[in-house]
């Protein structure tokens, strides 16, 4: 009997089926790499009309309890860091740089409220408000974001719900 059959008998996976499994993978990882880097190459296209964005990004409303959801996390929206909502005191750190959110779906249309949240820079040109729907054009990105946006468009919706609950 040889290594190789002893191995198996063993559960053992034998050095040639690991040199093999390494170039399945390597070849796999390779295929990942060069389909993600097509994707992130894509530019997101904002149907901008009269400084609002009219046409929903999914085809359908956004739920503004996840909405609220995006807002509050620091891993998402993260824009109580910048932005006070009364509505929202019990909850800690909001921010003062940012102008107050209460009233805000008296001050803006819908559609312009998705496109401050999508790429505020298109109407306040000097905020400093990231652009939560972009994915070119934008500096200072760390390497593993290049070419991709903060929020889905679902969940730039979503925020676009939460704030018209805001009156």
Do not use: W
Request: net charge neutral.
């Amino acid at each position: 009997m040889d290594c190789e059959s002893i191995a198996n008998e063993a559960g053992v996976t034998s050095p040639s089926r690991v040199g093999n499994m390494r170039r399945s993978l390597a070849a796999a990882f390779a295929l990942c790499l060069s389909a993600g880097s097509a994707c992130a190459q894509e530019s997101i296209k904002l149907d901008v009309v009269n400084d609002a964005l009219p046409k929903s990004l999914t085809g359908a409303p956004g739920n503004p309890d996840a909405g609220k959801k995006v807002f509050l996390t620091r891993t998402l929206g993260n824009c109580l860091a910048c932005h006070q909502v009364t509505s929202l005191k019990s909850e800690e750190f909001h921010g003062e740089f940012g102008p107050s959110l209460d009233g805000v779906a008296g001050r803006y249309s819908e559609a312009q409220l998705r496109l401050i949240v999508a790429d505020p820079k298109r109407i306040f040109t000097d905020t400093v408000m990231p652009a939560f729907f972009k994915s070119d054009g934008l500096s200072r990105v760390r390497p593993e974001f290049v070419g991709k946006s903060i929020l889905s468009a679902a969940q730039v919706e979503d925020v676009v719900a939460y704030l018209k609950t805001l009156n």
